[in-house]
């Protein structure tokens, strides 16, 4: 069984340019949720896709942005990029409705905006 | 809308002795209740979960947590701490209605064990 996989492991950007991080998710689920978590912080939700469509949204503005793919895998995209985005991103996977089979977390992407 | 509070950022213990991490929420209704670890530089690992069944909920690594409905709270023990187990301690809570869309966490407890 293939855990949650995330790249790059790290990411340095400058303020206002574009960013995507990638997440593989553990084999037979099919819904990634994407969380930030600043430092000293507790993950905050950003939003859950599931069949290729947002499932839920926190409170994140637009320039985030998402995508999964027919296999699974996801995509988070911000744009025009904040000092106050660098954070570490995690993506987490389970099988939809299940609470039996809750989420489980991948390494994390740790990005820096300069 | 949902909340967690963990009383204390920074929780020290000396090796063998207890450890309790404490966890509130506050929901309208009993959510689905989670304790995740995250070592330095690593995503969050799953300790245990409380989705209704027994209150009292065994994880890995020895840890439990008991669901305590009139107290709102969702508080970890382990009777011996060892080296370990220092990390970082999230609880979270999801709701029934629309599980895995909100989940929502604590600010996190550091755990330090002395030796």
């Known amino acids: 069984e293939t855990g949650v996989t995330q790249s790059p492991t790290h990411l340095i950007k400058t303020r206002g340019q574009q960013v995507t991080l990638r997440c593989s998710s553990q084999?037979?689920?099919?819904?990634v949720s994407w969380y930030q978590q600043a430092l000293g912080q507790g993950p905050q939700f950003i939003f859950q896709?599931?069949?290729?469509?947002?499932?839920g949204r926190g409170n994140f503005p637009p320039r985030f942005s998402g995508l999964q793919f027919p296999n699974y895998s996801s995509e988070l995209n911000v744009n025009a990029l904040e000092l106050d985005d660098s954070a570490l991103y995690l993506c987490?996977?389970?099988?939809?409705?299940?609470?039996?089979?809750?989420?489980?977390f991948g390494p994390g992407t740790r990005l820096l905006v300069l | 809308a949902q909340s967690v509070t963990q009383l204390g950022s920074h929780v020290s213990v000396s090796e063998g002795a207890l450890v309790l991490l404490r966890c509130n929420y506050s929901s309208s209704v009993p959510p689905y209740l989670f304790w995740y670890v995250q070592y330095p530089n690593q995503g969050l690992q799953l300790l245990l979960k409380?989705?209704?069944?027994?209150?009292l909920v065994k994880g890995i690594n020895g840890f439990e947590a008991e669901f305590k409905k009139s107290e709102t709270s969702f508080h970890l023990t382990k009777p011996s701490a060892h080296m370990s187990d220092a990390a970082e301690y999230f609880c979270a809570v999801s709701p029934r209605d629309n599980y895995g869309q909100n989940f929502v966490f604590g600010p996190g407890t550091r755990l330090s064990v002395l030796p």
């Open positions: 409380y989705t209704s069944a027994a209150t």
């Open positions: 896709y599931y069949r290729e469509e947002e499932n």
């Open positions: 084999s037979g689920h099919n819904t």
């Open positions: 987490a996977s389970s099988l939809y409705g299940t609470v039996q089979e809750t989420q489980y």
